[in-house]
């Protein structure tokens, strides 16, 4: 039959015949041998990717640990949020899936573009982080449409949550997403892409303690990438809880002081140099950054002209004012240039070479000894002091004092201040030291800074005989059970050989400026507690010339107001520094606002004190 049909077929179907039998055999052979090289070649890869499409490695965030007040209050937790995630690999079409996302959750579509874009180089079916803490209609607008956006997926994590907004923000910090830089360096210990880091104050320098153990899942997903079920599953493990010597309390009272000024408020504990409150103002929100700034609110925080995100109390370097004159009567009676009683003229003015240097007080004071400059202010007195002390006397006073270097305190960036002498003159400028300088720096002016923190602990070591204490915030680390893993306490630095009969006669004097009729610090007079404590006002600009009102000036070149103080007079407990950029005068600006801060604290020790006696009183009945 077949050499039959041969015959009858034209010979030009033949050829076509077998050119076509020729092509599939060719065909047939390519696909077995594609079979052979993807089966027996390449089928332990193809198996390994297929497995990973299949089965995902989620890595489950662990809580951060919790932070409490001295009193147990709670100051930093964390809730539960939703992240909006994205595998590039699920989606046939990423860029259209991104766009109907962008449609469904009313967001632009070249912010979604531009992180897939940014993303390019990451591991495949590595989640991309589209955003952090998205709001409810987000959560629903992504469940709701799920079918049509392969690829997207939502991550229940915990989320930052810090109390009372911006109150202790530049103690506590902020978080942040884990920079390409800092990755590197931490990979090691178990942290990834999208992992949240302490950026700034304790969450930073606290980060091993506070940071959790993440944990994981590995889970079966669909085609769409959606979870089918849960294969195996590893417990994170929470962070430990970190307790602070901050009381709330004061803190909220100190943050509220301030509120509409731009200063910084310090209190310190005397005897230890724990740190009570901290507050800088104006302050940031730290939960912006724990949902996620946002370009536009990063530069509006980094525009503004007052700068929240400065810690004024430690980074601040501020011209001390006569807040500094506690320095030069402590230089010039240790060095035995002036007794007590020794008397100086001031006319309103003293002339020095070609220069007159004023006092606050146009008439003048009269005759001054010490305890009476330092009540009233007097300039021309602390000019006159400081000729007979000199600049590097002065200088050395007042580093015994804690001035001119960082006080240590476990926070970023502080600054050490400046105090200058002839060697640091020489060597900034060239130029030896010209006695004509001395009389602008013995009144806190010149060349002179310090921070706020620095001048709570110059108040702290003159109200407990002359120890200088490190400043400290955090008192204990605990497990989450409640295991004390690290204890904290105070720091001595050093002991400054100050006579008590020197301390005798500032400390009288220091309670005279509040509790006297003549003090300058008679706004800070209380019914409740005896005060001592010392104005300033501290010029920003040089007014030579007329005396003019500092409020008459345009905001930016208005005077600081100063006010450092400790109570109670006889036996000292709190230490408190009160800052006010251009406030004007320490006596009005500065120092009602450190009597409500000390008064504070002595009304919460009274309320402790009578819960313990009612606690006791309870158990007594009971028995």
Request: aromatic share 8%.
């Given at each position: 039959?077949?050499?039959?049909i041969?015959?009858?077929?034209a010979?030009?179907?033949?050829?076509?015949t077998?050119?076509?039998?020729?092509?599939?055999?060719?065909?047939?052979?390519?696909l077995?041998?594609?079979?052979?090289?993807?089966?027996l070649?390449?089928g332990e890869?193809?198996t390994y990717?297929s497995?990973?499409?299949?089965i995902?490695?989620?890595?489950?965030?662990?809580?951060?640990?919790?932070?409490?007040?001295?009193k147990?209050?709670?100051?930093?937790d964390s809730?539960?949020?939703?992240?909006?995630l994205?595998?590039?690999?699920d989606?046939?079409e990423?860029?259209?899936?991104?766009?109907q996302?962008?449609?469904?959750?009313?967001r632009?579509?070249?912010?979604?573009?531009?992180?897939?874009?940014?993303?390019?180089?990451?591991?495949?079916?590595?989640?991309?982080?589209?955003?952090?803490d998205?709001d409810?209609r987000?959560v629903?607008?992504?469940?709701?449409?799920?079918?049509?956006?392969?690829g997207?997926?939502?991550?229940i994590?915990?989320?930052?949550?810090?109390?009372?907004?911006?109150?202790?923000a530049?103690?506590?910090?902020y978080l942040?997403?884990?920079?390409?830089?800092?990755?590197?360096?931490?990979?090691?210990?178990?942290y990834?892409?999208?992992?949240?880091?302490?950026?700034?104050?304790l969450?930073?320098?606290?980060?091993?303690?506070?940071?959790?153990?993440?944990?994981?899942?590995?889970?079966?997903?669909d085609?769409?990438?959606r979870r089918?079920?849960?294969?195996h599953?590893?417990?994170d493990?929470?962070?430990h809880?970190v307790f602070?010597?901050?009381?709330?309390?004061l803190?909220e009272t100190?943050?509220e002081?301030?509120q509409?000024?731009?200063?910084?408020?310090?209190?310190?504990e005397?005897?230890?140099?724990?740190?009570?409150?901290?507050?800088?103002?104006p302050?940031?929100?730290?939960?912006?950054?724990?949902?996620?700034?946002?370009s536009?609110?990063?530069?509006a925080l980094?525009?503004?002209?007052?700068?929240?995100l400065?810690?004024r109390?430690?980074?601040?370097?501020?011209?001390?004012?006569?807040?500094?004159?506690?320095?030069?009567?402590i230089?010039?009676?240790?060095?035995?240039?002036?007794q007590?009683?020794?008397?100086?003229?001031?006319?309103g003015s003293?002339?020095f070479?070609?220069?007159?240097?004023?006092?606050w007080?146009?008439?003048g004071?009269?005759?001054?000894d010490l305890?009476?400059?330092?009540?009233?202010?007097?300039?021309?007195?602390?000019?006159?002091?400081?000729q007979?002390?000199g600049?590097?006397r002065?200088?050395?006073y007042?580093?015994a004092?804690?001035?001119?270097?960082?006080?240590?305190?476990?926070?970023?960036?502080?600054?050490?201040?400046?105090i200058?002498?002839?060697a640091?003159?020489k060597?900034?400028?060239?130029?030896?030291?010209?006695?004509?300088?001395?009389?602008?720096?013995?009144i806190?002016?010149?060349?002179v800074n310090?921070?706020?923190?620095?001048?709570?602990?110059?108040?702290a070591?003159?109200?407990?005989?002359g120890?200088?204490?490190?400043?400290w915030?955090?008192r204990?680390v605990?497990?989450?059970?409640?295991?004390?893993?690290?204890?904290?306490?105070?720091e001595k630095i050093h002991s400054?050989p100050?006579?008590?009969?020197?301390l005798?006669?500032?400390?009288?004097?220091?309670?005279?400026v509040v509790?006297?009729g003549?003090?300058?610090?008679?706004?800070a007079r209380?019914?409740?507690?005896?005060?001592?404590?010392?104005?300033g006002?501290?010029?920003?600009?040089?007014m030579?010339g007329?005396?003019?009102?500092?409020?008459?000036l345009?905001?930016f070149?208005?005077?600081?107001?100063w006010?450092?103080?400790y109570?109670?007079?006889?036996?000292?407990?709190?230490?408190?520094?009160?800052?006010v950029?251009?406030?004007?005068?320490?006596?009005?600006?500065?120092?009602?606002l450190a009597?409500?801060?000390i008064e504070?604290?002595?009304?919460l020790q009274r309320?402790s004190?009578?819960?313990?006696?009612?606690?006791r009183k309870?158990?007594i009945?009971a028995?």
């Amino acid at each position: 039959m077949l050499p039959f049909i041969r015959k009858e077929l034209a010979p030009e179907f033949r050829q076509r015949t077998q050119l076509l039998m020729t092509v599939v055999s060719i065909v047939f052979l390519f696909l077995i041998g594609r079979l052979v090289f993807l089966q027996l070649l390449q089928g332990e890869r193809f198996t390994y990717l297929s497995e990973n499409n299949r089965i995902r490695l989620r890595k489950i965030a662990g809580t951060r640990g919790m932070v409490f007040d001295r009193k147990g209050q709670l100051l930093v937790d964390s809730r539960p949020s939703f992240d909006l995630l994205f595998v590039r690999e699920d989606a046939t079409e990423p860029e259209v899936t991104l766009r109907q996302l962008a449609g469904f959750l009313g967001r632009e579509e070249d912010e979604l573009l531009k992180l897939l874009d940014e993303n390019k180089k990451r591991p495949p079916f590595e989640e991309i982080v589209l955003g952090r803490d998205v709001d409810w209609r987000s959560v629903v607008a992504v469940e709701t449409h799920q079918l049509d956006l392969p690829g997207v997926t939502l991550r229940i994590r915990p989320r930052r949550s810090y109390l009372n907004n911006g109150m202790a923000a530049h103690v506590l910090g902020y978080l942040g997403e884990i920079s390409p830089r800092q990755l590197k360096a931490r990979r090691e210990s178990g942290y990834g892409m999208g992992d949240e880091l302490g950026q700034f104050g304790l969450e930073r320098r606290w980060e091993e303690f506070l940071r959790g153990r993440s944990g994981g899942q590995q889970v079966e997903v669909d085609a769409l990438g959606r979870r089918v079920r849960v294969l195996h599953e590893v417990e994170d493990v929470p962070g430990h809880s970190v307790f602070l010597t901050l009381d709330r309390d004061l803190q909220e009272t100190a943050y509220e002081a301030l509120q509409g000024k731009a200063g910084a408020i310090v209190a310190l504990e005397v005897n230890s140099g724990a740190i009570l409150a901290l507050v800088s103002t104006p302050a940031f929100d730290p939960n912006v950054f724990a949902r996620g700034i946002t370009s536009e609110e990063w530069r509006a925080l980094g525009g503004d002209r007052l700068y929240p995100l400065n810690n004024r109390a430690i980074q601040g370097q501020y011209p001390p004012g006569s807040t500094f004159k506690i320095v030069l009567a402590i230089a010039a009676l240790e060095e035995g240039l002036i007794q007590p009683e020794t008397p100086l003229i001031c006319n309103g003015s003293m002339p020095f070479g070609n220069r007159v240097f004023r006092d606050w007080k146009k008439e003048g004071h009269g005759v001054v000894d010490l305890h009476k400059g330092l009540v009233q202010s007097c300039d021309v007195y602390f000019y006159q002091l400081g000729q007979r002390v000199g600049i590097d006397r002065i200088a050395q006073y007042a580093r015994a004092l804690g001035l001119g270097e960082k006080t240590g305190i476990a926070l970023d960036d502080e600054k050490g201040g400046l105090i200058p002498d002839t060697a640091w003159k020489k060597k900034r400028f060239g130029q030896p030291w010209f006695p004509g300088e001395t009389p602008s720096v013995a009144i806190g002016q010149g060349y002179v800074n310090v921070t706020p923190l620095q001048m709570a602990n110059v108040m702290a070591a003159v109200a407990n005989g002359g120890t200088l204490y490190r400043p400290w915030f955090v008192r204990k680390v605990e497990s989450l059970d409640g295991k004390l893993i690290r204890e904290y306490g105070p720091e001595k630095i050093h002991s400054i050989p100050i006579k008590e009969s020197t301390l005798k006669h500032v400390r009288n004097a220091l309670s005279a400026v509040v509790n006297s009729g003549a003090g300058t610090g008679g706004r800070a007079r209380s019914s409740m507690v005896e005060i001592s404590g010392k104005t300033g006002t501290a010029q920003v600009a040089e007014m030579r010339g007329a005396f003019v009102k500092s409020e008459q000036l345009s905001y930016f070149i208005r005077d600081h107001a100063w006010f450092v103080a400790y109570a109670p007079a006889d036996k000292p407990e709190i230490a408190v520094a009160t800052l006010v950029e251009h406030g004007g005068h320490g006596a009005s600006a500065a120092a009602p606002l450190a009597k409500m801060v000390i008064e504070k604290y002595f009304s919460l020790q009274r309320d402790s004190s009578d819960d313990r006696h009612a606690s006791r009183k309870g158990e007594i009945r009971a028995d």
